[in-house]
């Protein structure tokens, strides 16, 4: 043992060692490994070889922050140029707290991408129409009213007032609200039925058993050959209907396992009070009936949640996606009429007083894989909202000149809208694509169409960084700290922008964190929950209450700074 401590370690160990204690030591999220820029960052160290020296403090904090700022900005502005054909979106997420606290964080997305721009401290005029309404000025002035198609906000900017200033003074920029937060919204009045809150607690029960105990939760990945049975996800009813998911998947699985000798022989399980109430909930055909109509409920919802989740340009899929989702009900409870309008009742007051806009519909109107789809049957019912947009867009007799035949020969699948190449396009490429390079025979048209179904249908996706926000926009800081922070958190917010449009794959879910939340409600133990929740950690389809954003000041102090200004 003692000469196994004290033999020399080779280069590898202390490297590693070096990099541990780093981490450790500056209290680096551990995740940060994982990270795309870590690993280019060990390589580009390799390659200097020896003698190279690490940037100091103040290199850092001058010479490498406008350097890569500037390298950021270059890149906004080259896809700045884009916006005069396919438009833009403007973002509004805001953030409150139990402080009265209010911060407005304003992005930019195009189909190319979606950048960061700035965060405001708006705490002491939250509720002033007249200040939130020069400030969205501000905004739009600083991309150009004629490049703004919409502006997405959250729930948690509750200013009627400011929707209105917006629509009466920019005539062509619609106000929608966010599609996630609207999806959420569903999953949690799902999450409020009280046969589906009665089995999220049993299997929450189950969940906690296994995972408070370090013999249980190796017995179970042994059964489960190393799978987990909870997932976490970006919202807390994002995770209970995922996790349900994952434990109906492994339901034979832990059947066996709470059936097996290992289990049941073992006097360490036996002893524990829990256990007769696991086997019973496990043993249970009541409860996987519900876990399994809970999953077939949700899944509509999660699915999409998930296409109108992380950037993409999906304004054209959102009216069929709620149509289908909404079918999907109907057809799953064709034979209990009670149930069937329980949901339905919730989706349809979240889709019509939460999300529903007529950009929507002219979206959908102008989605060839719609229009051309003998299937739907909502074409009719769409048409006017549709050509409410199409006055809002082209205000005047002389733009409208000719709008007519053009909206002909796009629906009736003339001239190149109807060639062969153009029919087989329509699985393959965007619908913004779609009309760029079929759309010519109708110009007018073809210009509002690319705007239209250009946009997003969400805000962002990533972690909230409202400990970053709290130093930026506190009045103890000096402006120098103050403009450094900002930059800081410019390039932060923007670099961590980039790689998500980069990773975006099939195969991972968007919806879904990678580490389980050993603090959540699914594994922790304790009857008070640990204030570190998936709320905390994202912000794309949250109300904003940041009441239990307490996670930094927990592990690193109230008092501690970050980027150690």
Known sequence: MTSSICSPRTDQENAERSIAIFFFENKVDLSVARSSSYHQMIDAVKKCGNGFVGPSAESLKTTWLEKIKSEVSLHSKDIEREWAISGCTIIAETWTDNKSRAVINFFVSSPSRTFFHKSVDASSYYKNTKYLSDLFDSVIQDFGPENVVQIITDNALNCPGLPNHILQNYGSIFVTPCASQCMNGILEDFCKVDW???????????????????????????????????????TKSVSNFLSLQSMLKQKSRLKHMFNSPEFST????????????????????????????????????????????????????????????KESIRTYYIMDEIKCKTFLDIVDKKWQNNLHSPLHSAAAFLNPSIQYNPEIKFLGSIKEEFYRV?????????????????????????????????????????????????????????????????????????????????????????????????????????????????????????????????TSEWAEEAEN???????????????GDLNTRQFNAAIFGANDSIFNL
């Not at 249980?216 to 042994?222: E, H, I, R, T, V």
């Not at 996987?288 to 999906?314: D, I, N, Q, T």
């Not at 929950?529 to 109300?543: A, M, N, T």
Request: aromatic fraction near 10%; charge should be negative; charged fraction near 25%.
């Open 196 to 234: 589906i809150n009665r089995c999220v607690l049993q299997a929450q029960v189950v969940s906690r058993y296994i995972y408070n105990n370090s013999s249980m939760l190796d017995l179970m990945k042994k059964f489960t050959g190393g799978q987990e049975i909870i997932r976490s996800g970006v």
């Open 529 to 543: 929950p640990s204030p570190v929740q998936w709320l905390d950690r994202f912000g794309s389809v949250l109300d």
């Open 266 to 325: 073992d006097p360490v399980f036996a002893c524990k009070s829990q256990t007769a109430n696991c086997v019973s909930i496990i043993d249970d055909n009541e409860f996987w009936r519900g876990v399994e109509e809970s999953v077939a409920v949700s899944e509509p919802f999660l699915k999409v949640m998930r296409e109108v989740y992380g950037g993409k340009a999906s304004v054209g899929f959102i009216y069929e996606l709620m149509t289908r989702a």
């Open 390 to 518: 199409l006055e809002k867009l082209l205000p005047t007799p002389e733009s409208r000149r000719d709008i007519t035949n053009q909206i002909v020969l796009f629906s009736s699948g003339s001239g190149m809208f109807g060639c062969n190449i153009a029919k087989e396009a329509i699985d393959t490429v965007s619908p913004g694509i779609w009309w760029e390079q079929f759309g010519d025979g109708a110009p007018m048209l073809q210009r509002v169409a690319i705007r239209i179904l250009s946009q997003v249908c969400s805000t962002s996706t990533f972690q909230r960084q409202w400990s970053n926000f709290q130093q930026i926009h506190s009045e103890k800081r000096n402006k120098i700290d103050k403009e450094t922070l900002n930059d800081l958190l410019y390039i932060n917010y923007n670099l961590k922008l980039e790689k998500s449009s980069k990773s975006n794959s099939s195969e991972v879910d968007p919806l879904q964190v990678d580490d389980i939340d050993m």
